[in-house]
């Protein structure tokens, strides 16, 4: 069981995709908006202070495994909140963060897992940015990523094996997305995608799109080469 505190528009989009996947959610606001636009979502909809100690001590926590802490505009009611349900026991924490020291705090009162989604699109944003041959970033953590991006040049028809990427780059290539275009029978062209987990025979072509994770400084170094 999951509760999710703070149904703003993050809070409430990790309700809407744990629902999705199966999860079972306990939804909390002291919004009664936000509880009534949430309520036919969730598994249960409460409304409460979440800051208030006797109304976090009574609410349904029992069976929760995790709780998400969302609430993003309020850095006190954020830290109270963490720390009183670090009280009442519940075995794991995720908080988000609107900045580093708002993480700080989180870390020492006892958080096991910060979502900094300011500084993670900050990094994104400012990655791509110095990095446009990267198609996409997805942040495992502030120094290492998983990134899709074309094959330079001077990779083109050689072998993996022969380009040694993880030796010579320390990233390793999980995936490679082969792009190869057909024409049907009223002469339209038809796009075609065959995902490959490779091995060192495979050879890249100009069309592949990889999926490459490593540090960020050195996917980025990949575009150097």
Do not use: W
């Not at 636009?37 to 100690?53: C, E, F, G, H, N």
């Not at 958080?111 to 500084?119: G, K, L, R, S």
């Not at 400012?126 to 998983?146: A, C, F, H, N, Y």
């Amino acid at each position: 069981m999951f509760a999710v505190i703070g149904l703003g528009a993050f809070g409430r989009k990790v309700c809407e995709i744990i629902t999705e996947r199966g999860g079972r959610v306990i939804a909390i606001d002291n919004d009664a908006a936000l509880i009534d636009r949430i309520k036919d979502t969730v598994t249960q909809a409460v409304l409460l202070d979440s800051t208030d100690v006797d109304s976090l001590t009574n609410a349904p926590f029992d069976d929760v495994d995790v709780a998400v802490v969302a609430i993003g505009d309020n850095i006190a009611s954020s830290i109270l909140t963490t720390a009183l349900l670090k009280r009442v026991g519940v075995p794991y924490i995720l908080a988000r963060a609107i900045s580093e020291l708002h993480e700080q705090v989180l870390k020492q009162i006892g958080a096991d897992e910060i979502v900094n989604i300011e500084i993670d699109q900050g990094i994104r944003v400012g990655s791509k940015l110095m990095s446009p041959e990267v198609l996409d970033r997805i942040l495992v953590s502030q120094t290492v990523s998983v990134a899709e991006l074309y094959p330079p040049k001077s990779f083109i028809g050689k072998s993996l094996s022969k380009l040694n990427l993880r030796e010579k780059f320390n990233v390793n290539i999980i995936a490679i997305t082969r792009v190869s275009l057909s024409i049907d029978e009223t002469g339209n062209s038809i796009r075609n995608e065959q995902v490959l987990f490779p091995n060192g025979e495979d050879i890249l072509e100009e069309t592949d799109v990889l999926l490459v994770v490593g540090k960020n400084e050195d996917i980025d170094a990949l575009r150097e080469f």
